[in-house]
């Protein structure tokens, strides 16, 4: 282990990784998914499943605001795992995190130009070609491309300018979102929910429907963990960071159980079931009938492009700053760990993860789909790792200074690991609801299988510097150590110090004569 001072500008206030946090978890699936939650569990129903999906990820989060503010370090998972399980175990869960990051980048690149085909029917021009049944325009891999070339530049001038950016866009999702909430109060109807309260009619169905929406809410919930990607630029104390991570998990449950409930007070069932057979934008149209008028619907869906917006960006800073942990670790080439003399940010990372976000949308947004759920797995994989670094330090390194303890830690890192554990499953158990397909499968094994090529091949170039956890210090403790160098050096070094205050006491004894 090596020490050395930040390189990062501290320029992340408390208000900035709140918005990046909830910003991260708030994407577009508010928008289009509600009508399918509200189907599975019923408008109560899918609002309990959501609360109960977030109490999951509260215990995983929990875990998330003790490590990192005992380790405020950029790279987060990458120095918690390297901390508990050594280099390897380190690799596997930042390998697992980036791809994570990088797929729903890129994801987001499809996203938002296909959003603006609801706002601009007449906006695809050009046929170029079809992928997976997609068709591919011209005017819609133009502006992906555009949008992701401003997003990066965005994030390479640096993580302030990015905070700015999450900030103007959370507040417009949030706006769109109590606009609905509060005209659904004022002009919805209990009524609406007869019928639709719950999936069922019995206690047994309705359970099941409520754990059904339970497990697949915790994939809505990933991006609260770029807070500790990003440890480094925060301007805040270790332990309020804590707090921080774990306010963006409750608001983020907060609002996604309002929006379920505003919905089924403006819609009966019949027509959440007549949206969805139209355009699938349940959520928009809600708010179209809560204002009686077309045009409402459409600053819904602004706020959804917002909510893409907000998910790229924030998946855009955690992945460089994981690919920055791991190249300053030695584990993938050096060249990632450069920072932008001016602005202090990953710019190699940035710039890769960049290009693949341009490059994406000419795979086509069905292919991409593939990617992002292949990514979710990704993310829930390190979180389980997390959760096992969690306990593992706790026994490891009891002593370890601790600004945010969690108590009853036994419990609770218990929880956070079968929680964390069952989210991976979902993945893999056939007919879970959430298992990935066999393109999906491919996509996990050959990210996997590069980080095997990566890990021998970085392993042989940098012999014994790999794997090796540089560890951040204070300015006053980098202040105490010395450079490497000579005796000669060192003379140099005490001959001018002791010069200096030779020179104060002259000065001193002259102004008293």
């Not at 999906?440 to 094994?445: A, D, P, R, T």
């Amino acid at each position: 282990m090596t020490q050395k001072k930040s390189e990062f500008n501290k320029v992340l206030n408390a208000w900035d990784i709140l918005v990046i946090a909830f910003g991260a978890m708030i994407g577009w699936g508010w928008v289009v998914s509600t009508g399918g939650w509200i189907e599975k569990g019923g408008v109560i129903g899918a609002a309990l499943g959501f609360a109960i999906g977030g109490i999951m990820i509260f215990f995983v989060g929990l875990t998330y605001a003790e490590l990192t503010a005992a380790m405020p370090q950029c790279g987060g998972e990458h120095v918690f795992s390297y901390r508990a399980m050594g280099a390897t175990g380190s690799f596997i869960c930042t390998w697992m995190i980036v791809l994570g990051y990088v797929s729903v980048a890129c994801f987001e690149a499809c996203a938002f130009p296909t959003i603006i085909t609801y706002l601009w029917p007449g906006f695809l021009k050009g046929y170029m070609y079809t992928v997976a049944g997609f068709d591919i325009y011209a005017s819609w891999l133009i502006t992906a491309i555009v949008i992701a070339f401003l997003i990066m530049l965005i994030n390479i001038i640096g993580a302030k300018t990015a905070a700015i950016l999450q900030t103007v866009l959370t507040c417009i999702i949030g706006g769109a979102g109590i606009l609905l909430i509060v005209a659904s109060v004022i002009n919805g109807t209990v009524d609406n929910l007869d019928g639709q309260i719950f999936a069922g009619t019995t206690a047994g169905v309705n359970i099941k429907a409520i754990i059904g929406v339970a497990a697949m809410s915790p994939f809505y919930f990933i991006g609260f963990d770029v807070i500790p990607q990003a440890a480094e630029e925060i301007n805040v104390p270790p332990k309020k960071i804590g707090n921080i991570l774990i306010l963006s998990v409750v608001l983020a449950v907060i609002f996604y159980a309002f929006v379920i409930i505003a919905v089924g007070f403006v819609m009966n069932p019949g027509d959440i079931i007549a949206s969805q057979e139209a355009t699938g934008l349940v959520t928009a149209d809600a708010m179209a009938a809560a204002f009686n008028t077309k045009i409402m619907a459409k600053v819904i869906i602004v706020g959804g492009m917002c909510g893409i917006v907000t998910s790229w960006n924030s998946f855009l800073l955690g992945g460089s700053r994981a690919m920055y942990s791991m190249a300053e670790s030695y584990m993938i080439p050096k060249f990632f760990a450069k920072l932008h003399p001016k602005h202090k940010t990953p710019v190699n990372a940035l710039i890769l993860i960049g290009i693949l976000t341009m490059l994406a949308p000419f795979a086509g947004r069905k292919m991409l789909v593939w990617i992002s759920d292949a990514g979710n797995f990704g993310c829930c994989f390190a979180y389980c790792m997390v959760a096992l670094s969690f306990m593992i330090l706790r026994k490891k390194e009891p002593d370890m200074p601790r600004p945010y303890k969690v108590p009853c830690h036994k419990f609770f890192g218990t929880m956070a690991v079968i929680m964390s554990g069952f989210m991976v499953a979902m993945y893999c158990i056939p007919g879970s609801g959430g298992d990935l397909i066999i393109q999906e499968w491919l996509m996990v094994l050959g990210w996997s299988a590069l980080g095997v090529v990566f890990y021998v091949v970085c392993k042989v170039k940098y012999k014994e510097s790999f794997g090796t956890l540089v560890e951040i210090i204070s300015d006053e403790d980098a202040a105490t150590l010395m450079p490497e160098a000579d005796e000669e050096e060192l003379d140099k070094v005490i001959d001018a110090a002791i010069d200096r205050v030779l020179m104060q006491k002259s000065d001193l004894i002259g102004g008293t004569v």
